[in-house]
């Protein structure tokens, strides 16, 4: 089994800051791993994904995660914050297994962009 | 257009009808997947199908049911709904099981009265 907990449902930052959001895993084989961006009223986009290879991944519009077996945590972060970022973000898990049910999704970040 | 497209956009039903949600697929991608999008639980899988005539429950199957008996198309059906099942409904599919990135329609909002 597997799953997702993301930290905090609401995150705030002020644009031009860091952006950190926190994820973490519960998988008992290697896992994939996921973020996926969701804005208003629209479907889930793919941000980055990590399927052991290299464990710093770049993804879209400046974003970019680390994977850290140690600390089973796949946060993803932004150097500086853009007021285009507001979204709600997920971070998902697959099973490296061969497991065919899909992805399992944390709760979800909203991700607050302050003037 | 290329994609995945789901239909309606948006419903409004009465509890006790029988509701069907569409989606369709231009890639022929093999796995095809719905999920449920409720505040505070994220996306919690439904039904997924790993190919034409294969299906599976997900976390939260009861009171749907899934047909898919081409590729392109994977219709959720609400048999009886019921206003717990006032959500948001993605449809997604994926090349391949795993490593492959899922795409994601535009959602289904429905909502039971």
């Known amino acids: 089994a597997q799953s997702v907990t993301q930290l905090g449902s609401h995150v705030s930052v002020s644009e031009g800051a860091l952006v950190l959001l926190r994820c973490n895993y519960s998988s008992s084989v290697p896992p994939y791993l996921f973020w996926y961006v969701q804005y208003p009223n629209q479907g889930l986009q793919l941000l980055l994904k990590?399927?052991?290879?290299?464990?710093l991944v770049k993804g879209i519009n400046g974003f970019e995660a680390e994977f850290k077996k140690s600390e089973t945590s796949f946060h993803l972060t932004k150097p500086s914050a853009h007021m285009s970022d507001a979204a709600e973000y997920f971070c998902?898990?697959?099973?490296?297994?061969?497991?065919?049910?899909?992805?399992?999704f944390g709760k979800g970040t909203h991700l607050i962009i302050q003037p | 257009d290329a994609g995945i497209t789901q239909s309606p956009r948006y419903k409004i039903t009465e509890t006790g009808r029988q509701v069907t949600l569409m989606c369709h697929q231009t890639?022929?991608?093999?796995?095809m997947f719905w999920y449920r999008q409720d505040l505070g639980h994220g996306l919690r899988l439904i039904y997924y199908s790993a190919a034409a005539d294969i299906t599976d429950k997900g976390e939260v199957p009861d009171g749907y049911v899934v047909s898919r008996s081409k590729t392109e198309n994977f219709p959720l059906t609400l048999e009886s709904a019921t206003r717990s099942q006032t959500s948001v409904y993605f449809c997604a599919s994926s090349e391949v099981i795993s490593k492959a990135e899922a795409f994601f329609g535009q959602g289904t909002r429905l909502t039971v009265v």
């Open positions: 998902a898990v697959s099973d490296s297994g061969g497991g065919a049910d899909g992805l399992t």
């Open positions: 890639w022929s991608h093999s796995y």
């Open positions: 990590y399927t052991s290879a290299a464990t």
